[in-house]
Structures are given as C-alpha cells and as structure tokens.
C-alpha cells in the first residue's frame, strides 16, 4: 500500500475552486496538510476524501473518477511496484504482474495495469512487454505440469477482467474528455489523462496522454476471432491499441461463424477487419471458410489484418491477409502509417528493456 498525496494546484482541480481558496480551507483547519521541506502543502488522499465528504463539496465527474482511480491504486499498488512504474522497468512489471496473477490477487493485477496507462504507456507496449511474457510464462507453468487447468483458466479470467476494467476506465476517459474539450483551427486538443481530466495549461509530460481530435470520420474497425478459436486476451489488445489511435472498433469477439462475421461487414461497413488466430493447427474445412470470407472482404475493399500467436511459424497452411502483424506495436506503427490517425500517440515514458 502507498500514500497518494496532491498538491494545492491538484486539489483546486478536484474541487474547481482557486488555489486560494484551498489555502484558506488550509489555513482554517477545515482539511490537514503536510508541509515539504521547500514549504509547499501536500494533502494525503485519505484527507481529501473525509473533506470533501464532510463538507459537501461538490465534485466534478471526471475528478470523482479520479479520486476514485488513485484510492484504489494506493489501496492495492505496493512500493515496489510504484518504482518499477516511474523507472518504466518492463522486464520487472511483467515478472511483477506475473507474481501477481499466481497469486491470484486480481485487485492488485488490476491497480497495476490501470497506473501503467495513467502513466502514459501505450495499450501496444502493454500489451506486448507486460503482459505477454506474463502470460508465456504462465504457460510454461502449465506445460510442465506445475499449473493444472483450472489454474490456468482462473488467471487467465483474472486478467480479462482486469484488462476489461483498464479499457471502461479508458472509454469513460474519452467520454469525458470530450466534454472538457477545446476548440482551434485544426480540431479538439486536450491533454488528457485515463480519467478523463482535461489540462488546458498543463506540460506534455509522460503521465498525460496528448489527444488530437479533427473533425474528420474516424476509420471503422471490426476485432474478431474465426470460429474454433477461444482466445480473445489479444484481441482486447487490439481493440484498446485501435481504440487509442481514434478508430471506431466494433467489438465482435471470440468464435464468431464466418456466415455470422460477414452479416457484421455488411452492416457495419468498416475499413478493416482485425482477427486473432491462436490455434496452431486448422482444419481443411475451417481454412475454406477463411479464403471465402477473406474475398469477401476483398470484394467490399475491406483490409485483413492478422495477428496471434502461431502467425509467423508453419504448423499449418497459413492465412493469407493484407497485413500480418507480429505484436501490437507493429500493428499501431501499420495503422499510422496506413490510416487517417484521429489521436496523436502518448509520449511514452522511456523504458527500460
């Protein structure tokens, strides 16, 4: 457990109110503060909550969600982990998170990949340096018979629900933001953190997620997995690294039909098709299906995008696509550089390999 503390400047935002006025609350003894050694007052979290409980204090939205967000992580995020956050130690993180899903200590799973977006890191280095060796990890327990199924099955739920939560946070995030939004003479521009709170003033620092949004449509995406395949961990990955970058994502899921996933295209109409291949071997019959869905697509001008696990190795005749990516990093780089980008990429923290 950590002490989350604000400063005068973050809690007049909290409260919308002046720095003043803060200081006279302080001065009144309405609401404890710590002096730091420069003589600048710092609030305990725990402090903010009882006064703004107390007395009543009307709170934006967006920073009730805030609030929220920072009493969990000091509930659940111990010292090491906050360390590991703000030196961007990747390796450390993933053997962290891996810790804590044998563990299975979901809070704490869920505190820590929340604080890493907080931060700034992207869905794309999430995903594929946290929680993928995470989770080969993992799976390595269980091929050697040290993981029984179930296991298996509970942390992998776990993790699910915990990316679930971080991606609610994030849309809520959006949603909020476009509310604290600001027009110029080429769109909306916020800095804006996962919670939402907008910052007119504030420095493009890496724990604020720098938002461009011009008035133009945004592409449509559709993130699926063929029929047979279960996995759908990576796909939420896809989903989110689409997400961030402006794309309108259609959610569709695991074991979808072919016959099913075509009705979709047609009533959606997006630009590109994402799908998650796990399974290391396919059937005849599964890979016809495939090819007919895969020129379906390209008789409407719809582009495939491939990823998962078994994508670059030959256990079976592979799928052709427009693209096949290898991690979500190489997927947002062919995104950028392939689509209209509605949001501007964070500044990632620097990190360490």
């Given at each position: 457990m950590t002490t989350q503390f604000f400063s005068t400047r973050e809690l007049?935002?909290?409260?919308?109110?002046?720095?003043?006025?803060?200081?006279?609350?302080?001065?009144?003894?309405?609401?404890?503060?710590?002096?730091?050694?420069?003589?600048?007052?710092?609030?305990k979290l725990e402090d903010v909550?009882?006064?703004?409980?107390?007395?009543?204090?009307?709170?934006?939205?967006?920073?009730?969600?805030?609030l929220k967000l920072e009493k969990n992580y000091a509930e659940h995020l111990d010292i090491g982990s906050e360390i590991l956050l703000v030196r961007g130690d990747v390796e450390g993180l993933a053997q962290k998170l891996t810790e804590l899903l044998l563990a299975f200590r979901k809070n704490e799973v869920e505190a820590l990949l929340s604080k890493a977006v907080e931060q700034g890191m992207s869905f794309a280095t999430l995903f594929d340096r946290i929680i993928a060796p995470a989770m080969y990890h993992v799976g390595e327990l269980w091929a050697a018979k040290k993981l029984g199924i179930s296991?298996?099955?509970?942390?992998?739920?776990?993790?699910?629900?915990?990316?679930?939560a971080v991606k609610a946070h994030y849309e809520k995030g959006l949603l909020n933001a476009s509310r604290h939004s600001t027009w110029n003479n080429v769109g909306i521009n916020v800095n804006l953190t996962m919670n939402g709170v907008a910052h007119s003033k504030a420095k493009k620092t890496d724990d604020v997620m720098p938002v461009a949004l011009p008035a133009s449509k945004p592409?449509?995406?559709?993130?699926?997995?063929?029929?047979?395949?279960?996995?759908?961990?990576?796909?939420?990955?896809?989903?989110?690294?689409?997400?961030?970058?402006?794309?309108?994502?259609?959610?569709?899921?695991?074991?979808?039909?072919f016959k099913d996933l075509e009705h979709v295209v047609d009533e959606i109409k997006p630009t590109v098709v994402c799908m998650s291949v796990t399974i290391a071997k396919v059937s005849p019959t599964t890979y016809r299906r495939f090819e007919m869905f895969r020129k379906f697509l390209k008789k409407r001008g719809v582009r495939l995008i491939l990823g998962g696990q078994f994508i670059g190795e030959r256990k079976s005749r592979p799928f052709e696509a427009d693209f096949r990516a290898r991690s979500l990093e190489e997927l947002e780089q062919y995104l950028r550089e392939n689509f209209e980008v509605l949001y501007q990429p964070r500044n990632g923290r620097a990190l360490k390999n």
């Open positions: 007049s935002e909290i409260c919308a109110v002046g720095e003043t006025t803060v200081k006279r609350w302080s001065n009144m003894g309405l609401i404890k503060h710590h002096k730091t050694v420069g003589g600048h007052r710092k609030f909550l009882e006064f703004i409980s107390k007395n009543n204090i009307e709170v934006p939205p967006a920073q009730l969600e805030r296991e298996e099955h509970i942390i992998t739920n776990i993790l699910i629900e915990s990316v679930l592409a449509a995406v559709v993130c699926t997995c063929p029929e047979s395949e279960y996995h759908e961990l990576g796909l939420l990955g896809v989903s989110l690294v689409c997400q961030s970058l402006g794309m309108n994502v259609s959610y569709v899921g695991a074991a979808v039909p």
